[in-house]
Structure formats: structure tokens, C-alpha cells
């Protein structure tokens, strides 16, 4: 049973730079996208991006000129970060494997970590 | 981006109501549609993909329908363990887009 778990400062000031790992268990990291989505408390869910295991990414235009991703498959790591943050990126943030269903663009999110929360704030 | 509107945004019901969630996108997205639970305090969990297609272990009271841009989520008879938020999610193109959640309720 692949298990995924996020870790990171749970606090980030101001115009500074989020930073999060997802560690994978139970499963390799190769040959599956791996995405990060954020939900504000109270709110709905928002897909940061993702990135392929061959270091391959694809971000949300939103997001996309704050956000980094990268992989490190020897450590089943894949990680995020959040350039200039402000208060409205305070959120859970999750990591989640996305699963191909062979046809078309049939993808689904099969697993999820457990999320952590981070707060922005000064 | 493609919009994703469900209906309603919340509802109270009983134990043993049949329940029917609604998600319209703004473009056709064919069948490429998701739907999610959310129970508080906790990551979401896949219920269904591809708009019907109900994953392994998911009690078979959920149902999927739906193509094009009209898509619903339907619960035969709430059970005490349904009380959640349920989510719809398209990957017909990124970003993929959720819907805003419907949260279930006790009546």
C-alpha cells in the first residue's frame, strides 16, 4: 500500500519561500506523476501542479511563476516550493499520486498524504 | 481554465435518504470526471473515476453518471459514515479544477 507523508515548516513569513516534502512508502516514485493540491480552511481544493518522475512538470498558471517542483527518486521524495508567499497561501497542502487510466486524459488522484498545514503569517 | 460548479453546496438528510449531488463544467470534458469524499480533518478519497467508474472497496449505494458537462454523484441510502463534503474534479485539460465541495449534513 503505497502511503505518502508531507513534511515542512507549518509556519512561513511573509515574502518568503515555502518548502514541503512528500515522502513515499510502499511504492517507487518512477513512472507516475506525483501532484501537490491546496485546500485554504473552510474552502475547496486547488491543484498546484505536478511533476513525472522523469522530472517532467506541468504547474497551474495561477501558481506557476511561484512554483517549483522537483523529484528525487533515490529518496522517493518529491517537493514543492512557493516563492513570495502572502497570507492567502495559507492552507492544507497535500501530496497526492495521480493514476492513468490508459485512455485519453483518464487520471485520478488514488492516493493522498495525510496533508500539513501551513500558515502564513509575520 | 474549466469551471467546475456543484450543486447544492450543502444539504441535510437523514439516514437512509437517497442523495443526488450535482457538477456542471463549462466546457465538455467528455468523461473524464472524478468524484471525491472528504471527511474532516482528513485527505480526500477517491470514490469514483471516469464519471461512473467505482473504485475498489467504495460501498456500491454510490453512483456515478454523466457526460459531456453534466455529472452527478448519487447516494441510494445514506449510511451514518456518509455524512462528508464530496468533491468533483475534471482531467479533461490542466489544471485539472475541482468543483467547491457539497457538504452532507444530518438533517
Known amino acids: 500500500q503505497v502511503q505518502l507523508q508531507e513534511s515542512g515548516p507549518g509556519l512561513v513569513k511573509p ?16 513512472r507516475n506523476y506525483w501532484s501537490w493540491i491546496r485546500q485554504p480552511a473552510g474552502k475547496g481544493l ?13 504547474y497551474n498558471p495561477s501558481l506557476k511563476s511561484r512554483v517549483t ?18 497570507v ?10 495521480e493514476e492513468y487510466y490508459g485512455s485519453g486524459n483518464l487520471w485520478s488522484f488514488d492516493f493522498w498524504g495525510q496533508g500539513t498545514l501551513v500558515t502564513v503569517s509575520s | 481554465d474549466i469551471q467546475m460548479t456543484q450543486s447544492p453546496s450543502s444539504l441535510s438528510a437523514s439516514v437512509g435518504d437517497r442523495v443526488t449531488i ?11 470526471l472524478n468524484w471525491y469524499q472528504q471527511k ?8 469514483i473515476s471516469a464519471a461512473s467508474n467505482l473504485q475498489s472497496g467504495v460501498p456500491s449505494r454510490f453512483s456515478g453518471r454523466g457526460s459531456g458537462t453534466d455529472f452527478t454523484l448519487t447516494i441510494s441510502s445514506l ?24 457538504k452532507v449534513d444530518f438533517k
Not at chain 1, 69 to 86: A, Y
Not at chain 1, 88 to 97: K, L, Q
Request: charged residues 15%.
Open chain 1, 88 to 97: 492567502a497561501d495559507t492552507a492544507m497542502y497535500y501530496c497526492a499520486r
Open chain 2, 40 to 47: 474532516p480533518g482528513k485527505a480526500p478519497k477517491l470514490l
Open chain 2, 79 to 102: 449510511q451514518p459514515e456518509d455524512f462528508a463534503t464530496y468533491h468533483c474534479q475534471q482531467t479533461y485539460s490542466t489544471p485539472w479544477t475541482f468543483g467547491q465541495g457539497t
Open chain 2, 22 to 32: 450535482t457538477c456542471r463544467a463549462s466546457q465538455s470534458i467528455s468523461d473524464y
Open chain 1, 46 to 58: 486547488e491543484w498546484i501542479g505536478r511533476i513525472y518522475s522523469g522530472g517532467s512538470t506541468n
Open chain 1, 69 to 86: 517542483m522537483s523529484v528525487d527518486t533515490s529518496k522517493r521524495q518529491v517537493s514543492l516550493k512557493l516563492e513570495s508567499v502572502t
Open chain 1, 15 to 30: 515574502s518568503e519561500t515555502l518548502s514541503l516534502t512528500c515522502t513515499v512508502s510502499g511504492g517507487s516514485v518512477s
